[in-house]
C-alpha cells in the first residue's frame, strides 16, 4: 500500500467521529428551530441560518460512502462468505437502537397527550399498524407516516448497506475506467428517480465517499487529476438532483475527510460518540421541553435563549445517557458477530 493509502485508525476514527458530532449537530439545531420559541426573537435570521441543518444529513451519507465500504475492506470482505455476518452487525448496531427509539417516541406521545401540561393535540390517536412499516424500513413504499422525522434517512442508509455488498468488489477495482463504468451504472438512475425518497437520489453523495475510499486506501492510482474531475462531475451531477447546497456540503464532507490531519477539541469528539442516539431521540425530546417551557416563561428574546440553550443541553444529556444505556451495548453486541 503506498503512504498515501497508510490510513491511521485512531486519526480516522477520531476525524469521522467529529464530522459526525457535527452532522447530528446541524440537524438537531434545525428542528430545534423549527419551534414557536425561535419566533420570540426580534428578528428571523438565525432561525434561517438553522436551515442549513438539513444539510447534516448529506454529511452522513458522505461518512457511510466512506466508512462502510472500508470497514467491509479492512474485514477483507467477500459477498458469499460475510453478507450475513456483515448485515447482522449493521442491523444490530442500528435496527435495535432505532427499535428502543420507537418505544420512546410512542410512551412520549402518549404521556404528552395525557398531560394537561402540554400544549397541543390531545386526541392522539397512534396506529400501531405502522410499526412493522417501521421495523422493516418501508414506510415510503406503502405510503406510512414516519412516528419520528429523521426515521426516513435510516431507511435510505439501510438500502445502501444492501446495495453497498454487491458493488464493492468494483469501487476499489485499480483500473479507473472500471470505476467510472460503475458510477455511471449507479447514479444514472437518479436522473429518473429524483422526486422519490430511496436510495438512487442520493447515490451521488455516497459515491464521493467511495472516491475517499480509493483515494484514501491507495487503490486508486497516483493520478489527482482523475480525482478531481471525477469529483466536480459527481458534484455538478448532485447540483441536478439534490441542489447546490447538498453539493456544497458534500464537498465539505470530502475535504474534511481528507485533510484530517487535525487536532480534535474532546467536547466535539464526545458530541460524534452519541451522535446517534441523538439523531435518534433529538426531536420527541427537544419538542416537548420547548413545549413545556414556553408554557410558563414570558415570551422575550432574552428567555427565548434561555430555552433554546437549556433545550439544547438536556437534550444532550439525554442522547448521552440514551448512548450509555441502549446504543453502546448494541455497539458491543454487534462487533462480537464473526
Known amino acids: 500500500m503506498t503512504q498515501e493509502g497508510t490510513y491511521n485508525k485512531i486519526i480516522r476514527l477520531k476525524h469521522i467521529d467529529a464530522l459526525r458530532g457535527i452532522a447530528s449537530f446541524m440537524v438537531f439545531m434545525l428542528h430545534v428551530s423549527v419551534n414557536p420559541v425561535f419566533s420570540w426573537f426580534n428578528s428571523v435570521k438565525l432561525s434561517n441560518l438553522f436551515q442549513f441543518g438539513k444539510y447534516g444529513v448529506d454529511i452522513f451519507f458522505v461518512i457511510s460512502g466512506f ?19 456483515f448485515f447482522l452487525r449493521r442491523l444490530t448496531r442500528i435496527e435495535l437502537p432505532y427499535v428502543v427509539s420507537i418505544a420512546f417516541v410512542l410512551l412520549l406521545t402518549y404521556l404528552s397527550a395525557s398531560s394537561s401540561l402540554y400544549q397541543g393535540q390531545k386526541n392522539i390517536q397512534i396506529d400501531f399498524s ?20 429523521v426515521y426516513w434517512t435510516l431507511a435510505i442508509e439501510i438500502q445502501y448497506y444492501i446495495f453497498v455488498c454487491f458493488i464493492f468488489r468494483y469501487i476499489l477495482q485499480k483500473e479507473e475506467w472500471v470505476f467510472v463504468l460503475l458510477l455511471l ?21 455516497f459515491s464521493v465517499g467511495f472516491l475517499l475510499l480509493r483515494n484514501i486506501t491507495g487503490h486508486q492510482p497516483n493520478n489527482p487529476a482523475f480525482v478531481y474531475v471525477i469529483l466536480f462531475a459527481l458534484l455538478l451531477f448532485n447540483v441536478y438532483i439534490n441542489g447546490m447546497a447538498s453539493s456544497v456540503f458534500t ?8 485533510l484530517n490531519h487535525i487536532n480534535y477539541p474532546s467536547w466535539l469528539l464526545w458530541l460524534g460518540k ?32 434561555l430555552i433554546i440553550i437549556s433545550t439544547i443541553a438536556i437534550t444532550l444529556f439525554i442522547a448521552w445517557v440514551y448512548f450509555l444505556l441502549i446504543e453502546q451495548p448494541f455497539q458491543k453486541l454487534s462487533k462480537k458477530i464473526a
Open 185 to 205: 451504472f449507479i447514479n444514472i438512475p437518479a436522473i429518473f428517480l429524483k422526486e422519490y425518497l430511496i436510495l438512487p437520489r442520493y447515490l451521488p453523495i
Open 130 to 149: 405502522n410499526i412493522p412499516a417501521h421495523l422493516t424500513y418501508t414506510n415510503y413504499f406503502f405510503g406510512k407516516p414516519y412516528f419520528n422525522d
Open 67 to 85: 466508512v462502510i465500504p472500508y470497514a467491509m475492506f479492512t474485514r477483507g470482505f467477500s459477498l458469499r462468505k460475510d453478507f450475513r455476518s
Open 251 to 258: 464537498l465539505l464532507a470530502f475535504c474534511w475527510i481528507r
Open 274 to 305: 452519541i451522535s446517534f442516539s441523538l439523531y435518534l431521540i433529538h426531536i420527541p425530546v427537544s419538542s416537548r421541553i420547548q413545549n413545556l417551557a414556553s408554557r410558563f416563561i414570558p415570551h422575550s428574546t432574552v428567555y427565548a435563549l
